[in-house]
């Protein structure tokens, strides 16, 4: 029915996101974390308005002013005394910081990644339970993270199963806590999320700690850590490898007797590959190398500010000098003769559109690994097709969590006055 002569507007918002690919996912993404307060629908599409099309300068500032504003209104209500509502704005300008920060470049970013870990950990203590902040003793630093434990009335007694999440290239703690902290919460467990090596939140503070292959060792150090707490069961212990960190908790799983089990989202068995593919093989495979200083400047014609910001953001974060560096470095990114030393049960997860490498990826390790294999594949009918299930994390996580459980012969998620249920 349409009632074209109306004088009633029910909604001014135009669901129109952007052409360019990569500005419309890192949308649905921000959109995404609303399913445990780390957005409004709202919010995110006002700033839409404000964006010119395939800038990264016009997006970081369009969503820092967003967050800015909602911090704002956030500690006016902590002011009056209402911290529910203050924590609320607190934990939506932590991801809309982390927004802006996606394309600020480098390794310190635009420094809104810094506001979007103060906000959260200012929300994350009026938290029911608090979230507790916990760093990693790292190679003369530390990983920053924080432990999310589950409210008494969905705890089990004793020690518990624990979920240990590993972020990918562009990922943060405090996101991870919306993807899987949270939801592992609800049902009763223990979940420890972390900024490793090569992430931001890292290496704002620890700017000699980049990507490195053998990213078992930073994880033996966070497994270290994690099953010595006294209300953890180290032999309940999962890992939890979203995008790239799918490839860093993987080499973990293989080396380290300590993983029970393992969730792949989606699974990343040879990062160059993988990057091979999403920049293109023009691109990739280019003869001139390019430092991130010959770019400064560089008019948009002659390079695109994508590119510009993705050359100084590899270099900075694998601890290169330039493209080709990079690129050689990535032959050492692939998990080999490793992926058939896994042998905990595993969870490959990967949506339908997410392309013909990243399904290859997935297949490689359905079929390379050693143990107990799950499959999901999520199609464009379920709301979750997207790269790692950024459009419907409430389904993701039910299956994420379901496996687990049933893996670990674990059931924690008990509702007040019935039994376990995820």
């Known amino acids: 029915m349409s009632f074209e002569d109306s004088d009633v507007v029910r909604s001014a918002v135009r669901l129109e ?22 957005s409004t629908a709202g919010e995110c599409l006002a700033v839409v308005a404000e964006i010119a099309d395939g800038s990264p300068a016009s997006w970081t500032r ?4 967003l967050a800015q504003r909602v911090e704002s209104e956030g500690r006016a209500c902590l002011a009056a005394g209402r911290r529910v509502s203050g924590r609320d704005h607190l934990l939506r300008a932590s991801t809309y910081y982390r927004t802006a920060e996606y394309y600020g470049g480098g390794a310190t970013g635009s420094g809104a990644g810094a506001r979007s870990q103060a906000c959260f950990l200012e929300a994350a203590a009026l938290l029911d339970p608090p979230v507790e902040r916990l760093d990693v003793p790292f190679d003369g630093g530390s990983l920053p993270g924080y432990l999310v434990r589950p409210a008494a009335a969905v705890s089990i007694s004793g020690p518990r199963p624990t979920l240990v999440c590993v ?17 592992g919460a609800e049902r009763g467990w223990n979940v420890y999320v972390f900024d490793g090596p090569g992430q931001l939140g890292c290496m704002r503070t620890n700017p000699g700690l980049t990507f490195r292959p053998d990213y078992e060792v930073p994880l033996a150090a966070v497994l270290d850590t994690v099953t010595a707490l006294p209300d953890v069961d180290p032999d309940r212990v999962a ?7 799918s490839y860093f908790a993987a080499r973990s799983a293989a080396t380290d007797l300590r993983v029970g089990a393992l969730v792949a989202n989606p699974p990343v068995v040879d990062m160059g590959r993988y990057m091979e593919a999403w920049v293109g093989t023009e691109v990739y495979r280019m003869t001139r190398d390019i430092r991130p200083e010959d770019v400064t400047g560089v008019p948009e014609d002659l390079m695109p500010r994508q590119m510009q910001w993705g050359i100084e953001a590899i270099c900075t974060r694998f601890g290169v000098a330039s493209f080709h560096a990079w690129r050689d470095a990535m032959e050492a990114y692939r998990l080999g003769d490793l992926l058939g030393a896994v042998s905990c049960p595993v969870l490959a997860l990967v949506g339908e559109r997410e392309g013909v490498e990243p399904r290859a990826q997935f297949d490689a390790l359905v079929s390379g690994v050693t143990g107990p294999v799950t499959s999901r594949i999520f199609r464009p009918a379920d709301g979750a097709s997207a790269h ?10 039910q299956v994420t969590f379901d496996w687990l459980e049933d893996e670990l012969g674990a059931s924690p998620g008990a509702l007040p006055g019935g039994s376990g249920d995820s």
């Open 167 to 183: 972020g990918g290239f562009d990922s943060s703690a405090e996101e991870l806590y919306f993807q899987l902290g949270a939801p």
């Open 62 to 65: 369009a969503f820092e002013r």
């Open 239 to 245: 890992l939890a490898g979203q995008s790239f960190g």
């Open 388 to 397: 790692c299930q950024s459009d419907n994390l409430r389904l993701s996580a």
């Open 17 to 38: 996101g952007f052409r360019d690919d990569e500005f419309n996912y890192q949308l649905i993404r921000a959109l995404g974390v609303a399913d445990y307060g780390g």
